[in-house]
T-cell receptor, first 115, second 114 residues
Framework: DTGVSQNPRHKITKRGQNVTFRCDPISEHNRLYWYRQTLGQGPEFLTYFQNEAQLEKSRLLSDRFSAERPKGSFSTLEIQRTEQGDSAMYLC?????????????FGAGSRLTVL | EDQVTQSPEALRLQEGESSSLNCSYTVSGLRGLFWYRQDPGKGPEFLFTLYSAGEEKEKERLKATLTKKESFLHITAPKPEDSATYLCAVQANTWETSYDKVIFGPGTSLSVIP
């Protein structure tokens, strides 16, 4: 297993376009997280899946954002009608299902630039 | 609401100059406190998990400690390769839907000068 994989690594788009990011977690990990990170800030929680179920979504997340995890494997994060304020690094992380604290393994991130 | 703050925002050290980074947290019940390291352009990399007050963990030049409201990351005799952003995160211990949510602080950017 090569860890958490994210694609594309960098996306440049014009305001108003839709973009989609893909995350392939570590295969045996049941939990999958999406975070957004802007320069000089820590990762901000967006949403979380356990297998294919989306269990929590940040109240700060606009309706333009949607995430899916069909069949509990890879996940996609779609942003519709992008705005300049959406420019950020989008990080995916996964963790195994256990009763302890969730140690997250992160991917390298997908950087979005909205012109 | 669960919250994590970190200080200082940025820290410059001479090689060999030991120091500490602070993480203050407010959670309804702590399930775990984490330290991660993040290099520019990369995702955070896990360092430590601490579960209860009084616990300590060490890895090379790094030592993490935990009290009821704070955690410290002590860096002893740092080297230039320790330069990175250090992130603190917490996971609350509640049976509500936020049971598995991990919340990050803003990070401390550490620069170690040769």
């Amino acid at each position: 297993d090569t860890g958490v994989s994210q694609n594309p690594r960098h996306k440049i788009t014009k305001r108003g376009q839709n973009v989609t990011f893909r995350c392939d977690p570590i295969s045996e990990h049941n939990r999958l997280y999406w975070y957004r990170q802007t320069l000089g800030q820590g990762p901000e929680f967006l949403t979380y899946f356990q297998n294919e179920a989306q269990l929590e979504k940040s109240r700060l997340l606009s309706d333009r954002f949607s995430a899916e995890r069909p069949k509990g494997s890879f996940s996609t994060l779609e942003i519709q009608r992008t705005e300049q304020g959406d420019s950020a690094m989008y990080l995916c992380a996964s963790s195994p299902l256990n009763s302890g604290a969730n140690v997250l393994t992160f991917g390298a991130g997908s950087r979005l630039t909205v012109l | 609401e669960d919250q994590v703050t970190q200080s200082p925002e940025a820290l410059r050290l001479q090689e060999g100059e030991s120091s500490s980074l602070n993480c203050s947290y407010t959670v309804s019940g702590l399930r775990g406190l984490f330290w991660y390291r993040q290099d520019p352009g990369k995702g955070p990399e896990f360092l430590f998990t601490l579960y209860s007050a009084g616990e300590e963990k060490e890895k090379e030049r790094l030592k993490a400690t935990l009290t009821k409201k704070e955690s410290f990351l002590h860096i002893t005799a740092p080297k230039p390769e320790d330069s990175a952003t250090y992130l603190c995160a917490v996971q609350a211990n509640t049976w509500e839907t936020s049971y598995d949510k991990v919340i990050f602080g803003p990070g401390t950017s550490l620069s170690v000068i040769p």
